[in-house]
């Protein structure tokens, strides 16, 4: 679980909530047919820009800003540099027995227990990368769209309100009260957008780069296995793909 992004939005609704309820009259920011303008709203303008199944496999691509817990690059490292020096002193076949909890890796091994060549198994391997990353990338777009839609809803909803409430000028006492309900729909926006739809398109964006690298290291971990490279030499082509200062070698692995 993502605790900076639980933490985050947990915290950010509840000083609202709590500055809300602190108030006077706090069920005035309850209305009803505003919040069906702007969820409402906000869902359906998305959903045109997309096919039905990107839009609802958006939701799932969503809870990896909240649940989803990446295997860290380092973590991989060291798997792959304990597989190679497996496959270095006893074949490429003795991996075939080997526990592997990345699935990607797991099917990068196969192919290579396989024999199957190594253009085969970087285009197999490839292409998985390149299709997740875009499956993502939808996933991130949407919730970008839905961030921009959202303040849209809440403004058509205001104009709403402000169009209603200026037909009926002739109660003064009323004006007060439509006022705020025409506002209500510019606070359910902005809130929809900057409170949730923008930052799990940004947590997506940190995901998909995370979940490109390690694909990238797996790419170049399995060829790199295959052609029999040194452990170490292969460790540190691996450290390469880290930022700077989380470059670094780790135990020294016998040849």
């Given at each position: 679980m993502d605790l900076a992004s639980l933490i985050g939005v947990l915290i950010a609704w509840a000083l609202v909530i709590g500055t809300i309820a602190t108030g006077s009259g706090a069920l005035v920011f309850i209305n009803i047919p505003s919040l069906v303008i702007v969820v409402g709203g906000t869902i359906a303008v998305v959903m045109m820009r997309y096919n039905l199944g990107q839009f609802l496999g958006s939701f799932k691509t969503a809870l990896k800003a909240f649940l989803h817990k990446a295997e860290t690059?380092?973590?991989?490292?060291?798997?792959?540099?304990?597989?190679a020096g497996i496959a270095r002193k006893e074949g490429l076949l003795?991996?075939?027995?080997?526990?592997?909890?990345?699935?990607?890796l797991a099917t990068g091994v196969r192919m290579l227990v396989d024999g199957h060549e190594p253009a085969i198994v970087k285009k197999a391997l490839?292409?998985?990368m390149n299709?997740?990353?875009?499956?993502?990338?939808?996933?991130?777009?949407?919730f970008k769209q839905a961030g921009d839609a959202g303040p849209a809803m809440g403004m058509i909803g205001t104009l709403v309100g402000l169009v209603q409430m200026l037909s009926n000028m002739s109660d003064p006492k009323s004006i007060g009260p439509a006022m705020a309900v025409a506002l209500l729909t510019t606070l359910y926006g902005a809130m929809l957008a900057n409170m949730f739809?923008?930052?799990?398109?940004?947590?997506?964006?940190?995901?998909?780069?995370?979940?490109?690298?390690?694909?990238?290291?797996?790419?170049?971990?399995?060829?790199?296995?295959?052609?029999?490279?040194?452990?170490?030499?292969?460790?540190?082509?691996?450290?390469?793909?880290?930022?700077?200062?989380k470059r670094g070698g780790g135990d020294e692995v016998a040849e």
């Open positions: 690059a380092e973590e991989l490292i060291a798997q792959v540099v304990e597989l003795a991996l075939e027995g080997q526990e592997i909890g990345n699935p990607v490839t292409t998985e299709e997740t990353v875009a499956r993502h990338k939808i996933g991130q777009d949407i739809c923008l930052p799990v398109c940004d947590k997506l964006k940190i995901r998909m780069s995370e979940e490109e690298m390690n694909k990238n290291i797996i790419i170049q971990s399995v060829l790199g296995i295959q052609e029999g490279q040194n452990p170490k030499v292969l460790e540190e082509l691996l450290f390469n793909y880290l930022p700077a200062p």
